[in-house]
């Protein structure tokens, strides 16, 4: 009986130390599971490790003041803690992604899209509601809660335990250093939100990306991890141009310039092949479609769409994974074939200003005669897309209420009505490049939010599916009209034969579950790659018959694409690579996750499925590859490298 009175004094005690730690525990766990839907006994005692001392952080500064002051100090912690693991989950179900603070500002972008936000809440009221049973409990049990401390006693030994704790925990991940994704390495050495989180925990994961915030961390680039040395064969032409990457190393003392010249220098570039120069002095229609899925795309229900696919070049193993900046970053893939931050940024189109790149399509076209022209059915300051779009010199560009749509409010601008406004500004020229950014296809699918839906139901109230999958057809058959009314428009004005149109989705449709995609598709759409599988049109009028097997993504499209107008570009300075080549691609989700012919790799579940012969060092070398993809990507951005190679007259 002593013994227990002990115990029940010494809890009692302590008791605002337990009810801490417990809290920030059982929120890590409800989040792990929930969102990771894993639960791997040494991964949670990583994590349990990791949060132990954050949660004594906590408790130290709610312990150093007067009773009241402390238990006002524990409300405000266990409230902001609260908000923040709602916060992300909610994020974590719409984008895959966790937001940090330099990605606070992205979180503006998600009020536009509240009704996901409303949907997602309701949807998952039991998750959200046991996030919510620490702070419950505290305002229904505050009184028993301990909150009077020998404050001089309590803060020695609460800061030897949070030291105490902490080096346990770093002890813990310093066994293992040997594999890329090791926690020692997501720990100090790399920026990886999502695998953070997952491997020690949101907490961490979100500390971690303040800290490195602050300090303006960046990861060491090894450009020795991409294991690419370049062949160069005799009487075979590539396409690449003369750059003196010795001359630029001797130009700088920025390591990371240095670090990019040497990448480059080794970069094995794209052979020119039988297609190259296919579509030469062909006009150019490229067409980012909000939310399109290839499960709509049938003679049925879209039959422009359908036509102008089978009229294709047949790509069979196209992928547009879904990143944190959303619409945002799957644009910027296609446009710049360089990988998306895989850190939720609001800046990831305006942050490439002062970074001109000649081989980009407005560009090399407007070198070559072409007029460019840019639209888009939404604001312009959605993204600061206006000041892309101003920066990137086209001949004329448009949004919402500035000339292609009268009204687009939550999402809801038509393509149709944007196509037959801005198609007369450029189909009589001699020579055209025009890109599109649509909207119509944009969730929510509901009959009751969408006015582009409304319009179109009757066209689909009939079929045998979901309400909101009816929606969806609904909404991309705004797109398929605007397609249908493009092919009459060029056909009547003798510029079909000489038009080349390209169709690529900015990602899935992200306010459905993948499983509702399966109503429509044939493909099981509920594993981490086929959700991101997609179509890629490629249409001219009686196209070769080609086939492309490998895997390619959103990145490869803008090298693919200079090729086949046989323009003169250097290969060596994407990251994507031209599809009709023999040089293997690899299609790259945010979380470094993989595919490609030989397999695919799951950072997450550490987990590898092999289809094609490997040696036994390959996963390990694609993901140093992958890895460096990213950050070299981020680099170029970060550097302004390719004005910089303008400025020294290397390109």
Request: charged share 20%.
């Amino acid at each position: 009986m002593k013994m227990l009175e002990i115990l029940k004094d010494f809890f009692k005690k302590n008791s605002l130390l337990f009810y801490m730690v417990i809290s920030f525990i059982f929120l890590e766990m409800i989040f792990h599971i929930f969102c990771f839907r894993r639960f791997d006994l040494f991964n949670i005692i990583d994590i349990c490790l990791f949060t132990i001392p954050i949660a004594l952080f906590f408790y130290f500064f709610s312990s150093l003041f007067t009773k009241k002051a402390n238990k006002i100090i524990t409300f405000i912690f266990i409230i902001l803690i609260t908000i923040l693991f709602i916060a992300q989950f909610i994020y974590f179900n719409l984008f895959n992604a966790i937001f940090g603070l330099k990605s606070m500002g992205f979180m503006n972008q998600v009020i536009v899209v509240f009704n996901e936000v409303v949907t997602t809440i309701i949807q998952n009221w039991y998750v959200l509601l046991l996030m919510l049973l620490p702070l419950v409990f505290l305002i229904i049990f505050n009184k028993i809660i301990n909150f009077e401390f020998n404050r001089k006693r309590n803060a020695i030994w609460t800061i030897f335990y949070i030291v105490a704790f902490y080096a346990i925990s770093v002890l813990s991940i310093s066994i293992d250093k040997e594999s890329l994704y090791c926690n020692y390495n997501l720990y100090f050495k790399m920026k990886q939100p999502v695998l953070t989180a997952n491997n020690l925990g949101l907490t961490t994961s979100f500390r971690l990306e303040v800290y490195r915030s602050i300090t303006n961390f960046t990861e060491e680039v090894d450009v020795n991890d991409s294991g690419e040395k370049p062949i160069i064969e005799e009487n075979t032409n590539y396409n690449m141009i003369d750059i003196n990457f010795d001359y630029l190393n001797a130009l700088t003392d920025d390591k990371d310039i240095k670090v990019l010249n040497n990448f480059f220098q080794n970069r094995q570039p794209t052979e020119q092949n039988e297609y190259t120069g296919l579509y030469k002095d062909k006009n150019l229609i490229v067409i980012v479609a909000e939310s399109l899925d290839k499960s709509v795309i049938t003679e049925n229900l879209t039959p422009t769409l359908y036509k102008l696919l089978k009229g294709s070049i047949n790509f069979n193993n196209y992928y547009v994974p879904l990143y944190p900046g959303s619409t945002g970053s799957g644009e910027y893939m296609t446009d710049w074939a360089l990988l998306a931050s895989n850190v939720a940024k609001t800046d990831q189109l305006t942050q490439t200003i002062g970074n001109t790149n000649p081989f980009r399509l407005n560009n090399s076209l407007k070198d070559l005669g072409y007029k460019t022209y840019a639209y888009h059915d939404y604001y312009g300051y959605f993204y600061k897309r206006e000041d892309y779009f101003k920066n990137d010199n086209y001949d004329d560009y448009a949004f919402c209420k500035t000339g292609t749509v009268s009204e687009c409010e939550e999402f809801r601008g038509s393509d149709l009505e944007m196509m037959k406004n801005t198609i007369d500004k450029y189909i009589n020229q001699d020579k055209f490049f025009t890109y599109y950014l649509t909207v119509s296809g944009h969730g929510s699918y509901s009959y009751n939010e969408s006015s582009i839906i409304r319009k179109n139901y009757d066209e689909v109230k009939d079929l045998n599916y979901s309400n909101d999958i009816k929606g969806l057809i609904a909404a991309n058959k705004e797109l398929d009209k605007a397609l249908e009314y493009l092919v009459a428009k060029l056909e009547e004005s003798g510029k079909l034969d000489d038009t080349v149109i390209v169709i690529t989705p900015d990602h899935y449709p992200y306010y459905l579950k993948p499983e509702q995609l399966n109503e429509l598709d044939s493909e099981d759409r509920t594993t981490k790659f086929s959700t991101h599988h997609q179509d890629l049109i490629i249409w001219s009028k009686n196209n070769p018959n080609i086939t492309v097997d490998k895997y390619i993504s959103n990145i490869d499209i803008l090298p693919t694409i200079l090729n086949l107008f046989g323009i003169e570009y250097d290969s060596r300075l994407f990251i994507g690579r031209d599809a009709l080549s023999k040089v293997s691609s690899t299609v790259m989700l945010a979380d470094q996750s993989w595919i490609n012919e030989f397999g695919s790799y799951d950072t997450v579940e550490n987990k590898f499925n092999q289809k094609g012969l490997i040696d036994e060092n390959y996963v390990e070398k694609m993901n140093k590859t992958v890895n460096t993809y990213f950050n070299i990507s981020n680099l170029i951005q970060e550097k302004k490298y390719y004005q910089f190679l303008l400025d020294n007259d290397q390109i």
